[in-house]
């Protein structure tokens, strides 16, 4: 059960600093990049009045996060609509790919959880020093007391925790839980269903809480 | 009885300290969360009772809302299975470290649990009374869910900064002091977060609420939900802070 945590590793040295890859987990995000540009390509190959499967579904997606962007963002939507539907995409299917047999979700890796929120927290911050200007930025941090500063600065920092730890705990303890009973039943009818169980419900329900909340971060940047 | 030797090596009292550690952190970690999501389903029923129109609004936000509030449940099962797979190599400071790290999460979870599940019960009783505020409602929900949950995060890191502290051998030193110091430390920050969790969930029941009554007032709740928030939250920091100090310098 330990070889849940090690993984093989890729290790290049470049230019005096080693650099170390999971290769595990940087394979199966080629995976899901392939994927979503398989389905991309899929759903727009002959674009029709009236849409086709495929073409509807990525409509009503699109339809769905473009009006929760613009009741945020308002007349800033465009710019962050794109960032926010691709971060649910990816985590959705990333989040689906460990129902696939020999298949792992890059997910588990806290490495994919923090860049996604990373990328996240550049983006609210950037988008808070572009609507405000950098000198009312610097000074939200003092806002309303100037001895709050250590407390927002602890508060930005928790956000990005909060996000990434949060992914990477509903999915690697997903993993850990259907493991752990697979082993206690002896593999016996129960495995797939606890499986679908966290791989669908709860992975689904965990892509869309990360959206929502770099969303949510982002407008709450560039309101204040 | 014969006179069989059994010996209880050092190694051996760092994997039980471990594994009782596990033990209490997902014992205890299921308690805020677990009771936070409850009161979610149960405030969902009646709105959805009250106002049967809404039902897939009220449902929407209360399975968000759950969600989101599992959090610190979450993350107390990630320390959980850390210290029962992790590899030891069997010295004091891990083992208390690791049984610390445990209680750290597991009373850290408590608050935060319960202060995020009193915002989003608070979402689906104010969708039940004015379901056309709905989208305003869900987003102080989230950031008022999100901000309740920085204590349980506080605890994460605490957790986890017990359980490494071995490797880098700055743990001080192999004596009862260090040991101590582990202990400490987890009670500072496990006990600090119950009211600053439970506290910031207030602030954001009352805020939600007045969204739902009155969405005019939207920006200026939010405003003010994340002041009164993050100063009801400055104890929790209080707490880290003495936390930090205990694990890193003795």
Redesign the interface.
């Known amino acids: 059960m330990t070889q849940l945590f090690a993984s093989t590793q890729w290790r290049f040295t470049v230019g005096g600093w080693e650099l170390v890859v999971n290769a595990e987990t940087l394979i199966m995000t080629w995976v899901v990049v392939g994927l979503l540009l398989a389905l991309s390509l899929l759903a727009t190959r002959k674009l029709e009045l009236v849409p086709g499967t495929v073409q509807n579904a990525a409509e009503i997606l699109i339809e769905g996060f473009l009006n929760l962007s613009n009741a945020s963002l308002g007349a800033r939507s465009p710019g962050y609509f794109p960032l926010i539907l691709a971060t649910f995409i990816f985590v959705l299917i990333s989040n689906w790919l460990g129902m696939v047999p020999f298949l792992s979700e890059p997910t588990r890796d806290l490495n994919t959880t923090l860049g996604l929120a990373l990328v996240g927290f550049v983006a609210a911050h950037y988008a808070a020093i572009r609507a405000k200007g950098i000198k009312a930025y610097l000074k939200s941090y003092f806002e309303p007391f100037a001895f709050m500063f250590p407390l927002n600065v602890v508060g930005e920092f928790s956000k990005v925790i909060s996000l990434s730890f949060r992914l990477y705990g509903n999915v690697m303890g997903g993993a850990v839980i259907v493991l752990v009973v697979s082993q206690l039943v002896h593999y016996w009818v129960l495995p797939p269903f606890l499986s679908a169980f966290f791989g669908f419900f709860v992975g689904t329900i965990q892509a869309f809480v990360f959206a929502m909340l770099t969303l949510t971060y982002i407008s709450l940047a560039v309101q204040k | 009885m014969t006179g069989a030797e059994h010996s209880i090596t050092l190694l051996s009292w760092t994997q039980a300290a471990a594994l009782l550690g596990a033990g209490v952190c997902a014992g205890l970690g299921a308690i805020g969360a677990a009771l936070g999501e409850g009161n979610t389903a149960r405030a969902g029923a009646e709105a959805m009772a009250r106002q049967p129109g809404a039902a897939d609004k009220i449902l929407y936000t209360m ?2 809302g759950q ?2 509030a599992e ?1 610190s449940s ?2 107390a ?2 320390i959980s ?1 850390i210290l029962v ?1 992790n ?1 030891w190599t069997g010295s004091a400071v891990e083992a208390a470290g690791a049984f610390s790290a445990g209680l750290t999460m597991g009373l850290g979870s408590i608050g935060p649990g319960l202060g995020s599940g009193l915002a989003s019960e608070a979402a689906c009783t104010g969708i039940g009374r004015n379901p056309n505020a709905a ?1 305003g409602v869900r ?1 102080i929900m ?2 008022g869910q ?2 309740a ?2 204590p ?3 605890a ?2 605490i957790s986890l900064m017990l359980i490494y502290n071995g490797i880098n051998g700055n743990g001080g030193g192999e004596n009862l002091g260090s040991m101590a110091a582990a202990l400490g430390a987890a009670l500072s920050m496990g006990l600090g977060s119950i009211g600053p969790g439970f506290g910031a969930g207030e602030v954001a029941k009352a805020a939600v609420l007045g969204a739902a009554k009155n969405p005019k007032a939207h ?1 200026a709740l ?2 003010t939900m994340i ?1 009164g928030q ?2 009801s ?2 104890t929790a ?1 209080y707490s880290l802070m003495v936390a930090m100090v205990l694990v890193l310098l003795a």
Do not use: E, K, R, Y
């Open positions: 399975l968000l969600a989101v959090s979450i993350f099962l990630v299975v797979f590899d989208h987003n989230l950031v999100a901000v949950q920085s349980a995060v506080f994460l890191m920006d939010m405003g002041t993050a100063v939250q400055s920091i």
